[in-house]
T-cell receptor, first 116, second 108 residues
Framework: DSGVTQTPKHLITATGQRVTLRCSPR?????VYWYQQSLDQGLQFLIQ???????AKGNILERFSAQQFPDLHSELNLSSLELGDSALYFC???????????????FGEGSWLTVV | GIQVEQSPPDLILQEGANSTLRCNFS?????LQWFHQNPWGQLINLFY???GTKQNGRLSATTVATERYSLLYISSSQTTDSGVYFC??????????FGTGTRLQVTL
């Protein structure tokens, strides 16, 4: 158990709908990262938050948004869903915002999203 | 950004065999991690190893930062070792960049 909790574990929804994925980081971790893993794209970084503020942005679509709340949990909102958004979405957390010695990044078990 | 390449892409081993997985990266790294993704999709941390050598049971890893590569050794492989092994690294940014993985299948 990495200590990173993601809900829901599985989600099936229709095209055009909106879903919210939730993540609770490890106790004491201030950074939260979101990754998308699809069959044809591998593991892609979406976005990072540190202590409530956006710190880095990757290949995140405009239809997707995220935020980190004062209690440090994070939510990833996916809207106007398309078939191609079907993927495994991972949340990860670490202590620091910048890479450095000891800043191991731990991953949750992921949320499987299927868009039909 | 940093580029991460892994080889081989696929590997089939008989139970009990040893293997070496390789990860090359394009720039200096501040963080390098190895992960095992099991058949259920879970990403499990194996090593945090930006440099040096570490061992954990039948697994060990070595990173030679000056030559920009890391190796993951699996000894006496077991069927439970099957899955995909990912190497991921950070350069100056804090996000991890993943390689495309090595898919390992261990057969009886």
């Amino acid at each position: 158990d990495s200590g990173v909790t993601q809900t829901p574990k599985h989600l099936i929804t229709a095209t055009g709908q909106r879903v919210t994925l939730r993540c609770s980081p490890r106790s004491g971790d201030l950074s939260v990262y979101w990754y998308q893993q699809s069959l044809d794209q591998g593991l892609q970084f979406l976005i990072q938050y540190y202590n409530g503020e956006e710190r880095a942005k990757g290949n995140i679509l405009e239809r997707f948004s995220a935020q980190q709340f004062p209690d440090l949990h994070s939510e990833l909102n996916l809207s106007s869903l398309e078939l191609g958004d079907s993927a495994l979405y991972f949340c990860a957390s670490s202590v620091a915002t910048r890479a450095g010695p000891g800043n191991t990044i731990y991953f949750g078990e992921g949320s499987w999203l299927t868009v039909v | 950004g940093i580029q991460v390449e892994q080889s081989p892409p696929d590997l089939i081993l008989q139970e009990g065999a040893n293997s070496t997985l390789r990860c090359n990266f394009s720039d200096s790294v501040n963080n390098l991690q190895w992960f095992h993704q099991n058949p259920w999709g879970q990403l499990i941390n194996l090593f945090y190893i930006p440099s040096g050598t570490k061992q954990n049971g039948r697994l060990s890893a070595t990173t030679v930062a000056t030559e920009r590569y890391s190796l993951l050794y699996i000894s006496s492989s077991q069927t439970t070792d099957s899955g995909v092994y990912f190497c991921a690294a950070t350069g100056t940014a804090s996000k991890l960049t993943f390689g495309t993985g090595t898919r390992l299948q261990v057969t009886l």
